[in-house]
């Protein structure tokens, strides 16, 4: 089994930053895609970005680009998600998401992955 374990989140003033981590622990099978998702109250989860297991690939939701930015260091079973720029409409509960699978097999569809962590909260005021 694959733990994943969120922390960061927090509350910031819109135009700040917040950096959010993903610990994962367990039986962690490569390639392992992680990803991140996001759900406002109300709303459906909605993908934020995602990356490869060798960290060389990334895709972001049109919503987030040139603002969020995704990384990994696989020596610490871990993933950021660095957050610039932060809009009200960024507030939502961050989870993150992972499934070993080849890059081209992943997507943004919530339902590709395998592994859940239990979200954290990021509220931006105006």
């Known amino acids: 089994q694959v733990q994943l374990v969120e922390s960061g989140g927090g509350l910031v003033q819109a135009g700040g930053s917040l950096s959010l981590s993903c610990a994962a622990s367990?039986?962690?099978?490569?390639?392992?895609?992680m990803g991140w998702f996001r759900q406002a109250p109300g709303n459906k989860r909605e993908f934020v970005a995602r990356?490869?297991?060798?960290?060389?690939?990334?895709n972001y939701a049109d919503s987030v680009k040139g603002r969020f930015t995704i990384s990994r260091d696989n020596a610490k079973n871990t993933v950021y998600l660095q957050m610039n720029s932060l809009k009200p409409e960024d507030t939502a509960v961050y989870y993150c998401?992972?499934?070993?699978?080849?890059?081209?097999?992943?997507?943004?569809?919530?339902?590709?992955?395998?592994?859940w962590g239990q979200g954290t909260q990021v509220t931006v005021s105006s």
């Open positions: 998401a992972g499934k070993t699978t080849i890059w081209a097999n992943s997507g943004a569809n919530s339902g590709q992955y395998s592994h």
């Open positions: 367990g039986r962690i099978i490569s390639p392992y895609v």
């Open positions: 990356i490869s297991w060798s960290g060389s690939s990334t």
